[in-house]
């Protein structure tokens, strides 16, 4: 099976979740991400976003009320053969 591959890192805002109440700033984070993500990969709306459970971990570290300010992370778009859709894969970009 071969696949392409392309990759980018990406430093991420998440600002904006922090006009959201205190209990849903880390939940929102994690949507303002895929869309950033889906913005900069150019990804169509049936193209799937996987976020590695480190990014997850490290959004809700500090809980629910306080997410940081900004993320890096590597997105890497996988093209699989006999697949129809590409998978976005979103990790943290390890400096």
Do not use: C, Q
Request: avoid cysteine; glycine fraction near 2%; proline fraction near 6%.
């Amino acid at each position: 099976m071969a696949e392409r591959a392309e990759e980018r890192i990406l430093t991420v805002p998440l600002k904006k979740a922090y006009f959201r109440p205190r209990t849903k700033r880390a939940p929102y984070s994690i949507k303002l991400l895929k869309k950033f993500v889906r913005r900069h990969m150019k990804a169509n709306e049936d193209e799937i976003i996987w976020i590695d459970m480190k990014v997850n971990e490290e959004i809700w570290k500090r809980g629910r009320e306080k997410p940081p300010r900004r993320i890096r992370v590597r997105a890497k778009r996988i093209e699989m053969e006999g697949e129809e859709s590409p998978i976005i894969e979103v990790t943290l970009a390890e400096s």
